[in-house]
């Protein structure tokens, strides 16, 4: 019997299978590269676009730096634009699952908080824009409530969700941040996992060593908020040393709210006196000294 046909036929499948394998992978390979190299490309052009905007806000702002001789500057930045990254930076909404009168007081602090950092959200649609803070903390009490009458403890704020798509989208937005932020110019926003906690603990929810800008807004007011701000830096500037003692002390804290109202407010039952410690310090990485503008980083 003559084989020779067979084995021929044969060898023409397999050259015809292994040719087309070859192409495949060749094309899979090409498709990888070009997909690399665009996510090589973006990149880059993100890295330059992030350096033209740093090297502009630089030269816009003169009052980012102090000179210090001829040719050497040194960037001044009040304490609260980076300490409030640390972890007692974080308001602890724990309270909120309680029924109390200061309950209330935190519920009102923290939604003048969410709105005031997170109101410039562009994808923030516009029937949610009025109230989107009050809702977020509602659905954040809500959920956290069912869950601990079956669980007895308490979900991680990242792993809320919320019964409403557009909401549950406007959460998760919140949630991630943008790459960058500057909380003083209302530029972007941290991820809400840097501003909030929600941990069982009776001990108060704010830190006032660690409290944003931002947050002495909302707790104060901007007037008084302002007031601070001034007394607190020039101090800072004076005594550079001192880092301890850069924020007020509950006293002189006292003192200056009492001098522009008839008593104080109560939102100072709130607040955590306890004195500054660097280990609690956030890395500096957080931030770019340079500009001032913070570019985000795991938390």
Same mark, same amino acid.
């Given at each position: *019997? ?7 036929? @044969? ?15 060749h /094309? ?19 890295? *330059? ?10 030269? /816009? ?6 000179t210090l ?11 609260r634009e980076?300490? @409030? ?10 309270l ?19 709105h ?9 649609? #516009?029937?949610?824009?009025? #109230? @989107?803070?009050t809702?977020?903390? #509602? ?8 869950y601990?009458?079956?669980k ?22 919140m ?14 926003y941290? /991820? ?8 069982? #603990? ?16 909302? *707790? ?12 607190? @830096? ?25 001098s522009?109202?008839?008593?104080v407010?109560k ?5 955590d ?7 609690? =310090?956030p890395?500096?990485?957080? =931030?770019?000294?340079k ?9």
């Open positions: *019997m003559n084989i020779l046909p067979l084995v021929i036929t @044969f060898l023409l499948i397999f050259g015809a299978i292994s040719i087309g394998f070859l192409s495949n992978l /094309s899979d390979k090409k498709e990888s590269e070009s997909y690399i190299g665009s996510l090589r490309a973006l990149r880059n052009l993100q890295n *330059m676009h992030e350096d033209a905007e740093f090297e502009r806000i630089a030269a /816009s702002d003169k009052s980012l730096f102090e001789g001829d040719d050497e500057r040194s960037p001044i930045r009040y304490f980076t300490r @409030f990254e640390s972890p007692k930076g974080r308001v602890n909404l724990y909120l699952s309680k029924t109390s009168s200061q309950s209330k007081l935190l519920y009102q602090i923290a939604s003048t908080y969410i005031e950092v997170y109101k410039n959200m562009s994808s923030l649609d #516009d029937k949610l824009r009025g #109230d @989107f803070a809702l977020v903390l #509602d659905g954040i009490v809500t959920a956290q409530t069912k601990y009458k079956s007895k403890t308490y979900l991680k704020l990242e792993d809320i969700e919320f019964e409403d798509p557009e909401l549950q989208h406007l959460y998760l937005k949630l991630r941040g943008t790459n960058t932020y500057d909380l003083k110019k209302k530029e972007g941290p /991820s809400f996992l840097r501003l909030f906690s929600f941990i069982e #603990d009776n001990a108060k929810p704010i830190y006032y060593q660690f409290a944003s800008s931002p947050l002495l807004e909302a *707790m104060f007011g901007k007037e008084i908020a302002k007031a601070i701000e001034e007394k607190e @830096f020039e101090f800072q500037k004076e005594y550079p040393e001192k880092e301890k003692e850069f924020a007020l002390s509950e006293n002189s804290l006292r003192e200056l709210i009492f522009g109202q008839d008593k407010p939102t100072i039952e709130l607040i006196f306890s004195s500054f410690s660097k280990k609690d =310090t890395p500096r990485a957080y =931030t770019d000294t500009t001032n503008i913070t570019r985000r980083s795991a938390l």
